[in-house]
């Protein structure tokens, strides 16, 4: 007869194995169910979930081998982005299930809504350009100098782009709108680079966001201009309304922020109704900016340009951290997913002579304003190659000019592909520039 310790001992060791075979099962309903999502045919809002929860594990993905490979998170982010891209897959899985039989026929689809990924890419893009208006003074980018530096970095790219599209064979209108899609510039990646390198303070740093955000009012009043003209009219009437527009709202926008910065922001608390009255203020902002033509995140780093100067600014930048942690990573994977490499391959040569003509034109207009303005060499390299991502500007000049019947489908790939790259290529050029210049420090 067993003594009452003896039986207790004896259910200890039987026990763990419950634990053990409920972990096994999960294990196998997991795999089970991560297989289904990435070769079945999953849809509707549980597929939505495991797109989101890939996204978040590629970022910690990222982030993990930042450590190891030394490489900024921007960078592996946008490389991440490019091999989960369903052009990528596409034309590798095929290459990849022939080589290795471990690998399954069927091609996976990681991602089946790109409209969603680029709903909370556009959130992240927000988010960083806000974070960085925290830490900038409004005097700081709206001046002569920087300016000076929008206006070359938008006049060379424009007369380049215009050049070579005449040179090899096109006709004006396409010149146009070639010459139109090398001006604006897209700085979020920029950005982030800047903020991770801990450069945000710096003087090249405030001319590459100054010159950013006037060069994105030049680029939409070039676009007007080249939507006039291709289309026979020399009528400059509807430039009027677009000036107009971007005038009120810079300027207008940081009187009226200001006042209601002052005036409700921070008479209050920064509890949790406080925050959300920022997020509106900022989303306000952005919304404002795209819908007058500018990009959101112009209003998004203008509101943050207003919050700077609120005496709540330490909390806000504190309590919008956990925003741009989650939101931040997808802006830049949905870059790298937005590749079309079958047609980088199709249309090789045209994309890499095109990319290779709006890089050196933004780095020769953008640094050589800023040698005009006494900025040194290796600054003035940083300011021109940070200028580099054309981003979605390029894509909405390109997607006028299609829906106008100025461009082919052929040409807007190429506009497309060329947009893409800038913004892909931006940090690899940016990287040994940015640590040379903190060895300095």
């Known amino acids: 007869m067993k003594k009452y310790g003896e039986a207790t001992e004896s259910k200890g060791k039987n026990y763990p194995i419950v634990p053990v075979a409920l972990t096994l099962l999960f294990a196998l309903l997991f795999v089970s169910v991560m297989r289904t999502s990435i070769f079945g045919q999953v849809n509707g809002e549980t597929h939505l979930l495991f797109e989101i929860s890939f996204l978040l594990l590629l970022a ?14 921007v960078v592996l982010l946008l490389v991440l ?10 034309a590798f899985w095929p290459w990849l299930s022939g080589t290795f039989p471990i690998f399954p026929k069927v ?31 409004f005097r700081s980018v709206f001046n002569a100098e920087n300016a000076l530096v929008a206006t070359l970095g938008v006049a060379i790219p424009f007369i380049a782009g215009y050049a070579y599209a005449l040179w090899s064979g096109g006709g004006s209108a396409y010149a146009l709108f070639l010459g139109a899609s090398f001006t604006a510039t897209s700085v979020g990646i920029t950005a982030a680079l800047l903020r991770e390198f801990k450069l945000m303070e710096t003087r090249f740093a405030e001319v590459i966001l100054g010159a950013a955000i006037i060069d994105d009012v030049l680029g939409l009043l070039v676009l007007s201009f080249v939507s006039v003209f291709s289309s026979g009219s020399a009528d400059l009437g509807p430039m009027a309304p677009i000036v107009f527009n971007a005038a009120v ?17 921070d008479r209050n608390e920064m509890d949790y109704r406080n925050l959300l009255m920022v997020l509106s203020f900022a989303f306000v902002y952005a919304y404002l900016a795209e819908y007058i033509g500018l990009s959101s995140i112009v209003g998004a780093f203008l509101a943050g340009i207003i919050l700077n100067e609120s005496r709540h600014l330490g909390k806000i930048e504190e309590k919008t951290d956990v925003l741009e942690m989650v939101f931040a990573p997808i802006f830049f994977i949905s870059l790298g997913m937005l590749v079309d490499v079958q047609a980088l391959m199709k249309f090789i040569v045209p994309i890499l002579m095109i990319t290779a003509i709006a890089i050196v034109s933004k780095l020769a207009g953008c640094g050589l304003g800023s040698l005009l303005i006494k900025l040194r060499a290796r600054e003035s390299a940083i300011v021109g190659v940070g200028m580099v991502p054309r981003g979605e500007v390029a894509l909405i000049v390109g997607l006028i000019g299609l829906t106008k019947g100025v461009l082919d489908a052929e040409q807007y790939t190429i506009i497309a592909s060329m947009a893409f790259l800038t913004a892909f290529l931006m940090p690899f050029l940016m990287q040994p520039l940015l640590s040379s210049q903190k060895a300095m420090k």
């Open 60 to 73: 910690m993905v990222a982030e993990v081998a930042v450590v190891y490979l030394k490489q900024p998170s």
């Open 249 to 265: 709202f810079l300027v207008g926008g940081v009187l009226a922020g200001r006042y209601f910065v002052r005036n409700f922001i």
């Open 107 to 137: 091609i996976p689809h990681f991602i089946s809504d790109g409209a969603i990924v680029q709903v909370f890419g556009q959130l992240g893009a927000i988010f960083i350009l806000l974070k960085v208006g925290l830490h900038v003074k």
């Open 81 to 90: 982005g490019v091999l989960v891209s369903q052009s990528f897959v596409d």
